[in-house]
């Protein structure tokens, strides 16, 4: 593959014991200055309650692990892909207008408070746009740290550990633009666009899909598919095609019917040979939901499919250049200050306080402290919101339908090594092993971890049910064995091999909820039927998946119902404030 990009270095500086990176395209660019960036590196958040466990084995280079010798001011880490052209796209177009009415909608006579539960993505987006349209969020967070399933915790060598291995797909529009409002575009490294397999069959060797910079989609994506040969053979292809070609000419009403069907019946009524499911598509399933697809609702694969294949950038990928709290989190709560909303971290939700009238009065906190507001939003993963609850709206309808929305648990594994691993790729790399979903080196993909004389794989352990109660090492352990197909000459189980250093087991007991059959129809919309109150978070009803994507795009049409409401909201309080003078 032509390596066609633009080259970052990165310099080293190096202060007492501590050695400090930064993108030397970024500072060009006068995005940070240096000192903010050291700054913006220490206010990280070393308090969090640790979520994984560490494991330390002394070796001789413990002591100089973060230092680098013999290096020079410049250094090649990676090679940088320009951002691709999605400016002109539909979908581009259609999430930058949206932005857009809330820049330019009429500023509000008497701003609202709109009280926002949870400071994950959802929350995140919702609070931002309310904030452009001028209204006053206050966004309450339980944890200490930003992101929600995007969230990173710093460990006591000043190394980041993450809730997951988080993609930035060119078919995400609204993420997109996102970045851009926010003008942090240099802060995704694009890499190729490939997708890469591992072959179970053939350890350590990868099978690739490199989709051609030349030509338009769908051809890029047809021509990357029939130029492999070593996953599918050309019946295999032939069949599968004229299997999808049903979804291709049904449109978006066919891939909306199959949600009531998992992907491996789907395959099986659409005479695809299992082969496909076992080569493809048991790998696409657990990085799109963490589960294999015999439970997957085939609706979320075609949905996929419609994105990467319809749109010329669409599976193109991008990692973000450091930790998600720092680095998009909080330009977000930034902006959000800045138009004079609240960001409130540690305040965690005991209650939702009703009106008589089965309307929201306050959220109290479990510290005691209640917070009031002309409107209130609860932007957690939908597990959160159900044990919330209050009793009187269990009867509801909206609500009842919840109840079939479960988060799927997930685990994520990241272990150092005391080398630098050569079978790798800056890239993201799917398994393919019973275990393991998707994995990268961050050492090598992310400059934030740069190091060039080792190695730390951030792996996603799925499907992950039977192994969420187990201990961290155990799953270390069959973790090593899964990476031994992958590294056949660097790595083994018994660490005869690469050494680990340290690793961190993160553990989601639910994460993004489960795309099974028949879940489509229980998302909820974002205005509830309860007055005055909303729902945001990638479960709620949004054309994407249970994604990132969704989590935004859920957040802009959270605040886009609240604007719509405007004046009923103002209503509402002025009715309080004359009923309570009445009192």
Known sequence: MPQIGLVSAVNLRVQGSSAYLWSSRSSSLGTESRDGCLQRNSLCFAGSESMGHKLKIR???????????????????????????????????????????????????????????????????????????????????????????????????????ETGLHIFFGAYPNIQNLFGELGINDRLQWKEHSMIFAMPSKPGEFSRFDFPEALPAPLNGVLAILKNNEMLTWPEKVKFAIGLLPAMLGGQSYVEAQDGISVKDWMRKQGVPDRVTDEVFIAMSKALNFINPDELSMQCILIALNRFLQEKHGSKMAFLDGNPPERLCMPIVEHIESKGGQVRLNSRIKKIELHENGSVKCFILNDGSTIEGDAFVFATPVDIFKLLLPEDWKEIPYFQKLEKLVGVPVINVHIWFDRKLKNTYDHLLFS????????????????????????????????????????????????????ATLFPDEISADQSKAKILKYHVVKTPRSVYKTVPGCEPCRPLQRSPIEGF??????????????????????????????????????????????????
Request: charged content about 25%; some cysteine.
């Open 432 to 483: 393919r092993s019973s275990l393991l979903s998707v994995y990268a080196d961050m050492s090598v993909t992310c400059k934030e971890y740069y190091n060039p004389n080792q190695s730390m794989l951030e792996l996603v352990f799925a499907p992950a049910e039977e192994w969420i109660s187990r201990s961290d090492s155990e799953i270390i352990d069959a973790t090593m064995k899964e990476l």
């Open 534 to 583: 909303y729902l945001a978070g990638d479960y709620t009803k949004q054309k994407y998946l249970a994604s990132m994507e969704g989590a935004v795009l859920s957040g802009k049409l959270c605040a886009q119902a609240i604007v719509q409401d405007y004046e009923l909201l103002v209503g509402r309080c002025q009715k309080k404030l004359a009923e309570a003078s009445v009192v």
């Open 59 to 161: 070796t001789s280079h413990a002591s100089t692990r973060r230092l680098v010798k013999d290096l020079g001011p410049l250094k090649v880490v990676c090679i940088d892909y320009p951002r691709p052209e999605l400016d002109n796209t539909v979908n581009y177009l259609e999430a930058a207008f949206l932005s857009s009415t809330f820049r330019a909608s009429p500023r509000p006579t008497k701003p609202l408070e709109i009280v926002i539960a949870g400071a994950g993505l959802g929350g995140l987006s919702t609070a931002k746009y309310l904030a452009d349209a001028g209204h006053k969020p206050i966004l309450l967070e339980a944890r200490d740290v930003l992101g929600g399933k995007v969230a990173a915790w710093k460990d006591d060598d000043g190394d980041w550990y």
